[in-house]
């Protein structure tokens, strides 16, 4: 029952357009999509359309019920996002009362970035929120929940793993792990393993306004596109799978080699590039 009464308190938006609201055509250019997009790496976002028929009692009224409609859309697409490999966003408000009530919040401070009225006299409204930054975004509501108090250190490199390894002057400036064809799922909180199970990269290893800011991944679908954030000199490496967690099917985690966990870590004890967050993972 407490679960029920907790689902019933995020659904709060959607209850509140329980009007009969039905879509009409409107023109919308190829820029309006909705959904969630998580390849603009700290400017990733999740956006809603809502769409109302005309209203006998005036267009503030149509205004109104689009608005309704475009939140009730941005709650279904924000309960389906993959928090970890094992947490998704309807689980953790199911959880945790704080995150229910902080996301509730995020979801009532969505932008309108898009709005007009229809041919047929109805409203067409966009709205937005971000997934990542320092308040009103998605992140902000649950990455807290995810981190302990403190920061755990990074593994420390075995260097035995490997004998060639030249680290430019200078540092690595970021890590690009290719995971393509791997079916890699976008997530919050994603990890980086070797092939022994040892945690080379998680939430658990860094400061939590990095990741509220930035997120802990870009993703990309290229080794040499939408890979800025690994900066001007990455070091590259081949991931041999990626990863689901012990209880979901989602594949969101990579593997790496010994030899190339090694590197990631021996790279970052000098340019702390994991401590940035400078990491995309190639989906």
Known sequence: MRKIIIMACMMYLVLMCSSALAATSVNVNQESHAGIDWDRGSDSDITAIGISLPDSRGMALAREAAIMAAQRNLVSYAQGLQINSETTMRDLIIESDVV?????????GAKIIEENATPEGGYYVKMRVPLYGASGSIASAVIPALQPEQPTPFAKANDSNFEDFDIPAGGYTGVIIDASGMGVEPTFAPAVY???????YGVENLQPETVINKGMVGYSHSTS?????????????????????????????????????DKILLANESSHMLDRCAVVFVR
Do not use: F, H
């Open 194 to 200: 070797d092939e022994s199970g040892r945690v080379v």
């Open 100 to 108: 229910n009530r902080k996301i509730t919040g995020v979801l009532r």
């Open 225 to 261: 596109e939408g890979v800025d954030r690994a900066g001007d000199n990455p070091l590259v490496v081949k991931a041999l799978e990626a990863r689901d967690g012990n209880s979901t099917v989602n594949a969101v985690n990579v593997v790496v080699s010994a030899e190339d966990a």
